[in-house]
């Protein structure tokens, strides 16, 4: 199947400080990725919606300014955690679509996930 | 909230044949169903996912009911490998649709 890559897998870095976590299709093409963050012994909670080229959806109770999402190429969607607090301490996860595969039935693809550890 | 209803764990003895049943009664006729395993630390992997007919593919089988109130997902050999959270999941196929995640089953191969 598609591969969607993360990187990096895992960051710890000190409280007020950003992490930008990136996260590509490699070998095809995505309009749309979502973002996901998962806490400990918890299902996967939907951060946001990136779309290529425009303004990310972020669903309710996500801080827009907080978790900055840029889906600058087909290929490329960033979220970059701003100003970050030991509470974000999460495992983030996006997932992509492959636009060309499989007509509408295609399925969605996930990436290895990114674990960030914040003091 | 998650449409589907799934059982918190289920335990299968290596070897045997895993059946992960799904309720999801509220199911709209365009809403695909789509199952999806998460191994410790990982990223979701996609299993199979169908519309109304039964579907098989390298990894697993899907059975749907006529109905289509409920699924289950059969792993015809379950290897220890197998052991993850199987998440159950209904969703419209459109482009710009993000997958909605449930609590799933823990599903635990033991030899």
């Known amino acids: 199947g598609a591969v969607v890559s993360q990187h990096p897998s895992w960051v710890i870095c000190k409280s007020g400080t950003s992490v930008k976590i990136e996260c590509r299709s490699l070998?095809?093409?995505?309009?749309?990725m979502f973002w996901y963050r998962q806490f400990p012994k918890q299902s996967l909670m939907l951060m946001a919606t990136?779309?290529?080229?425009?303004?990310?959806?972020?669903e309710q109770g996500v801080e827009k300014d907080k978790f900055l999402i840029n889906h600058a190429s087909l290929t490329l969607s960033t979220l970059t955690v701003t100003s970050a607090h030991p509470e974000d301490s999460s495992f983030y996860i996006c997932?992509?679509?492959?636009?060309?595969?499989?007509?509408?039935?295609?399925?969605?693809?996930f990436g290895e996930g990114s674990r960030l550890t914040v003091l | 909230d998650a449409k589907t209803t799934q059982p918190p764990s289920m335990d299968c003895a290596e070897g045997r044949a895993a059946n992960l049943p799904c309720n999801h009664s509220?199911?709209?006729?365009?809403?695909?169903v789509y199952w999806y395993r998460q191994i410790h630390s990982q990223g979701p992997q996609y299993i199979i996912h169908?519309?109304?007919n039964n579907e098989t593919n390298e990894m697993a089988s899907l059975i749907i009911t006529e109905d289509r109130k409920s699924s289950t997902l059969i792993l015809p050999h379950a290897t220890l490998r197998d052991t993850a959270v199987y998440y159950c999941?209904?969703?419209?196929?459109?482009?710009?649709?993000?997958?909605?995640f449930g609590k799933g089953t823990t599903l635990s191969v033991s030899s």
């Open positions: 990136s779309n290529e080229g425009s303004k990310a959806t972020y």
């Open positions: 997932s992509a679509r492959d636009i060309t595969s499989g007509g509408p039935t295609g399925e969605l693809f």
């Open positions: 509220t199911i709209s006729g365009n809403e695909y």
């Open positions: 169908g519309l109304k």
């Open positions: 999941i209904v969703r419209v196929n459109q482009a710009g649709t993000a997958l909605i």
């Open positions: 070998d095809f093409q995505a309009t749309t």
